[in-house]
């Protein structure tokens, strides 16, 4: 073991483990909005942006949904996602034309009322001058309870209320959000290995089954690729616990004959 | 109306409209099953693949999930949009490995068992030899009832079950088994016009309320960019009925600014 590397860590101490408290688990989903991803116009990338930050900080990405611009369809997500995770990430939907619902949504899935926000109004008002169209004054609408948090690009903050919180769409602004939001969600990090073999999915599916049984929380992946001459299969394997995962990547690795194994990580 | 340029079509003829008969609508669901989405290990392609493909046949996508490789979580999407959509395609989780459980994850959802398709089988015998490993076997697993529908990339075939289709999430694979199906999915066409503004979503929100309120049955989306020279908003209009998009098109034209138009199509 003392002569393996280390699983890669996300710039995080691992200090709870090495105090041999049990790892922190943070569960997230994120709900797109917007029939435009649907259609096929935009090819959506928030959610791989988001999908790499949250791993970066230890967050379990659990669910990815995208919702048309319907308001029952996104109220009935966000409450599933609210309810069964422990935060919830929008995206698109916040915008001050017609299909813009998702804060309607949103209130809706909470049960609570639209309410206009008075410091978002007076950051319109600043921005439009004394008499706000009635679409400038629809960005001031919030769920009932909202809460605002500054940071970011643009001067107009992020609404959270409960667990949830709304991002606009746009991705440079979606991703200076988040970028400016997720030291609130950070958790315990992830620790991965990986196994590159040059055998097919069907020669190895046995000794991952057997992996399994020995370490059976290990993340364990298994992803073929075709056309690339450097490997078929990547294996990889993750644990918030550095020791458990790099144990099962020294078990796995005794495992696999040696000359199938092309590389690791 | 003459002068203006006629909705862009999808390569199908009208004749449902101009014979007066209602657009044929037909909805789909993407389930896409993957923990190396979610975790951020790898970008899906597969969605925005599908997304095009089926708007370009006049099929509605309706929704986009993506679950991780655990068997209640597949098995409750499947189901849901199983009885809410006219059909529904998954993308992964169809191989050798312990973290490919779709095929059990679709039976659960049908409340069915898995079973062993005597055809896959023999196909599976034929490439493994006579005795095929029970990583092999494993592949010629469906859930009961399940139909086998050849073409596309891979000798291997789709496996249909109710209106259900499995698709492998590589995205080669998954590409050419879409292809290759969905002349079976195709509806009536969408017809699309598109306005490019270089007035914000601010000032034009009040006439597309109008333009919605003349034609309530417009698909009419507004997406604003950020950093782009030429326009600052794309509108866009859409609908199965060609005379009415032309019609809502013209009107919506009517209603902005001459002086905000940058180009349409």
Redesign the interface.
């Known amino acids: 073991m003392a002569t393996r590397p280390g699983a890669q860590g996300c710039g995080f101490q691992d200090a709870r483990a090495k105090a041999g408290l049990a790892m922190q688990e943070r569960s997230c989903a994120l709900v797109v909005i917007g ?10 990338t928030n ?2 942006f988001a ?6 900080i230890g967050v ?9 611009d319907e308001l029952e ?1 996104i109220a009935e997500e966000v409450r599933y996602c609210s309810q069964r995770f422990d935060f919830v990430i929008t995206s698109g939907g916040v ?5 813009d619902i998702t804060v309607a949504g949103v209130a809706a899935a909470l049960h609570r009322p639209v309410v206009i926000h008075p410091q978002l109004e007076a950051l319109i008002r600043e921005h ?1 001058g004394d008499r706000p ?4 004054l ?2 001031a609408e919030v769920p009932q309870g909202a809460v605002l948090i500054e940071g970011g690009p643009m001067i107009f903050p992020t609404v959270q209320i409960e667990n949830i919180y709304m991002l606009p769409g ?1 991705p ?2 979606f991703e200076g959000k988040l970028a400016a939001l997720k030291s609130r969600f950070a958790s315990d990090p ?1 620790f991965m290995h990986a196994i590159y073999t040059s055998a097919g ?6 000794l ?2 057997a992996c ?1 049984e020995r370490f059976p929380k290990l ?9 690339d001459a450097e490997y078929r299969v990547k294996v ?1 394997l ?1 644990s918030k616990d550095r020791a458990y995962v790099d144990d099962a990547f020294a078990y796995l690795l005794e495992l696999l004959p040696a000359d199938v194994v092309v590389k690791t990580e």
Do not use: C, W
Request: hydrophobic fraction near 40%; aromatic fraction near 6%.
């Open positions: 029939n435009e991803i649907l259609s096929g116009k935009i090819h959506d959610t791989y999908a790499r930050e949250l791993r970066a379990a990405l659990k669910r990815i949904v995208v919702v048309p369809a915008g001050p034309t017609h299909d439009f169209n009635k679409a400038g629809k960005m746009i440079q602004l992830y999915e069907g020669r190895i599916a046995a991952l089954d399994l993340l364990l992946g298994s992803y073929p690729r075709i056309g990889t993750e």
